[in-house]
């Protein structure tokens, strides 16, 4: 069978690269894979939450560093992974299918919680980045106890 070519083998090689930037934890390095403007949308309030301090609205590609920053910031780096189960490409959009593991710094509370991506990949950067994650999980690992019943 052939490697396929054209827009969606672009767009799978750049979700590829991110996911494995986004393994090694760089966040200079993953930002790099992102468009000077992106679309970045998070399945959270708008205001955010304030037991999770790293989602808030993000707009560039910086904005995208200091957001795997923040995130790094309040994990214990040697007990985060994840797994992506399904890559499903289709033109230049990219859904990603897995879950994420980490554990909270501050509390040292283990999570697990199931997620979706979906990047937009245009001329080899992502343009958009939209996450469905269990925010109820992470929420209730970072304060540490059920924050709804």
């Known amino acids: 069978m052939d490697t396929p070519t054209g827009p969606e083998a672009d767009s799978r090689a750049t979700a590829e690269d991110f996911l494995r930037r986004l393994g090694e934890g760089d966040p200079d ?10 679309e970045w949308r998070l399945n959270w309030p708008d205001s955010g939450h304030p037991a999770v301090p790293w989602i808030r609205p993000r707009s560039t590609r910086a904005d995208v560093a200091d957001h795997f920053r923040d995130l790094a910031a309040f994990h214990v780096p040697e007990k985060s992974a994840g797994t992506a189960s399904r890559v499903l490409v289709d033109g230049p ?21 199931r997620c979706a ?14 996450v469905y ?7 209730e ?3 540490g106890r059920p924050v709804h019943r």
Do not use: C, M, N, W
Request: hydrophobic share 45%; no cysteine.
């Open 93 to 113: 959009d990219v859904i990603v299918l897995g879950d994420i593991r980490q554990t909270v710094k501050a509390t040292g509370r283990p999570y697990t919680a």
């Open 141 to 143: 690992a970072l304060a």
């Open 117 to 130: 991506l979906h990047l937009t990949v245009e001329a080899g950067l992502i343009t958009r980045y939209a």
């Open 29 to 38: 390095r993953i930002a790099e894979l992102f468009a000077e403007h992106v």
């Open 133 to 139: 994650e269990d925010s109820l999980t992470v929420t």
